[in-house]
């Protein structure tokens, strides 16, 4: 079944991988060489890398901008994508390999973007296992090759960037008033083990608890009070933390009266309060209506984008789902296209249905 494009808006789809070739064949080479111990990370692309049924259809896939990405959005009636470098990106290589790869995988996504301009645009990936460096292709990401954001595939290596020495990265994406998009991985190898024996490390929780964990600790430890201005978006409908809220702000406070952990300090804002000035949220994977009504309640409908989390979690009768929603037209409008449209500044354009 073929869902016809909207004519009162485009349908702009905000967490859709996409992979480099030459980066899977580095992942190959880097396996085969004993170069990456994170078990998560074997996890992952030992499977996806591998011969069954699906992991071939999901490189096939995921490698394409062409012909099968454009006729499954043409199915579904999305007019447009927003491509980011699949989970890890380069964050897991050994940083003289991911500094020059990131250059590489960019220039290559950004002639995919330049082949198919009304259908894509691209964010910027990074090595942020050397900050100084992630924040120069950041700039060249944006100045230069015309990208509208940044995909950080979460931890670099089982480093967290709430440390100081990642705050590099905020601020020049702050500078460029350019979002961060904080897609999960697997947890990081000292929390992986009770996830994989359990085979839960990945989408089916493993990341979820990953990211939230990661964009909760870039709360609490200060970074959107450094960078008020920084704009972050998080998926999977703000991997469980807008649910937590009210708790969240409860328990931060009564640790910081306690004292009781020296990463605990005071910050200008409730943690909630953060999730409503600094992060947007997208649905990707997530296209269920109690759970889709609830984060618009929490945190607004102004905060929550679409996302239709190709190829990994994708069906064409999600987009229908959404559709579904007891929204207004106008409503409608800002979830599939407005937001997106504002918080990465992309290039207003007419539906394609219309």
Same mark, same amino acid.
């Given at each position: 079944?073929?869902?016809?494009?909207?004519?009162?808006?485009?349908?702009?789809?905000?967490?859709?991988?996409?992979?480099?070739?030459?980066?899977?064949?580095?992942? *190959?080479?880097?396996?085969?060489?004993?170069? /990456?111990?994170?078990?998560?990370?074997?996890?992952?692309?030992?499977?996806?890398?591998?011969?069954?049924?699906?992991?071939?259809?999901? /490189?096939?896939?995921?490698?394409?901008?062409?012909?099968?990405?454009?006729?499954?959005?043409?199915?579904?009636?999305?007019?447009?994508?927003?491509?980011?470098?699949?989970?890890?990106?380069?964050?897991?290589?050994?940083?003289?390999?991911? #500094?020059?790869?990131?250059?590489? =995988?960019?220039?290559?996504?950004?002639?995919?973007?330049?082949?198919?301009?009304?259908?894509?645009?691209?964010?910027?990936?990074?090595?942020?296992?050397?900050?100084?460096?992630?924040?120069?292709?950041?700039?060249?990401?944006?100045?230069?090759?015309?990208?509208?954001?940044?995909?950080?595939?979460?931890?670099?290596?089982?480093?967290?960037?709430?440390?100081?020495?990642?705050?590099? =990265?905020?601020?020049?994406?702050?500078?460029?008033?350019?979002?961060?998009?904080?897609?999960?991985?697997?947890?990081?190898?000292?929390?992986?083990?009770?996830?994989?024996?359990?085979?839960?490390?990945?989408?089916?929780?493993?990341?979820?608890?990953?990211?939230?964990?990661?964009?909760?600790?870039?709360?609490?430890?200060?970074?959107?009070?450094?960078?008020?201005?920084?704009?972050?978006?998080?998926?999977?409908?703000?991997?469980?933390?807008?649910?937590?809220?009210?708790?969240?702000?409860?328990?931060?406070?009564?640790?910081?009266?306690?004292?009781?952990?020296?990463?605990?300090?005071?910050?200008?804002?409730?943690?909630?309060?953060?999730?409503? *000035?600094?992060?947007?949220?997208?649905?990707?994977?997530?296209?269920?209506?109690?759970?889709?009504?609830?984060? *618009?309640?929490?945190?607004?409908?102004? *905060?929550?984008?679409?996302?239709?989390?190709?190829?990994?979690?994708?069906?064409?009768?999600? #987009?229908?789902?959404?559709?579904?929603?007891?929204?207004?037209?106008?409503?409608?409008?800002?979830?599939?296209?407005?937001?997106?449209?504002?918080?990465?500044?992309?290039?207003?354009?007419?539906?394609?249905?219309?």
């Amino acid at each position: 079944m073929t869902l016809e494009f909207s004519p009162h808006y485009r349908r702009i789809a905000t967490e859709e991988a996409w992979a480099s070739p030459r980066m899977l064949d580095v992942y *190959r080479r880097e396996l085969e060489g004993g170069h /990456i111990d994170d078990p998560g990370f074997h996890s992952l692309w030992g499977y996806y890398l591998g011969s069954t049924e699906r992991a071939s259809t999901l /490189i096939e896939r995921i490698v394409d901008t062409d012909d099968g990405r454009l006729a499954a959005m043409d199915a579904a009636g999305v007019d447009q994508m927003v491509l980011a470098t699949t989970a890890p990106g380069v964050q897991a290589l050994r940083p003289e390999v991911a #500094v020059p790869l990131a250059r590489e =995988i960019n220039d290559e996504l950004a002639d995919a973007v330049a082949a198919h301009p009304d259908r894509y645009d691209g964010l910027t990936a990074i090595a942020p296992q050397d900050p100084d460096a992630a924040a120069d292709e950041i700039r060249r990401g944006h100045d230069a090759l015309g990208f509208r954001g940044v995909i950080l595939n979460s931890h670099a290596r089982g480093e967290y960037l709430d440390d100081l020495r990642f705050d590099p =990265i905020f601020a020049a994406a702050e500078e460029l008033d350019t979002p961060i998009y904080l897609h999960p991985t697997t947890p990081i190898p000292r929390l992986a083990e009770p996830f994989i024996e359990a085979g839960l490390d990945g989408a089916i929780y493993g990341f979820s608890v990953e990211a939230g964990l990661h964009l909760l600790r870039l709360i609490t430890s200060g970074v959107f009070d450094r960078h008020p201005k920084l704009k972050l978006v998080v998926g999977h409908l703000g991997e469980a933390l807008p649910f937590w809220m009210w708790r969240l702000d409860f328990m931060h406070a009564t640790s910081v009266r306690s004292q009781r952990y020296d990463a605990i300090k005071p910050l200008e804002l409730p943690i909630s309060g953060y999730l409503k *000035r600094n992060i947007w949220i997208t649905t990707s994977g997530m296209p269920w209506h109690p759970a889709v009504n609830f984060v *618009r309640e929490a945190v607004g409908l102004d *905060r929550l984008m679409f996302a239709w989390d190709y190829p990994y979690q994708w069906r064409p009768d999600e #987009v229908e789902t959404f559709e579904a929603l007891d929204w207004s037209v106008d409503d409608k409008r800002r979830f599939f296209q407005m937001t997106a449209e504002d918080v990465f500044g992309l290039t207003p354009r007419a539906p394609r249905g219309a």
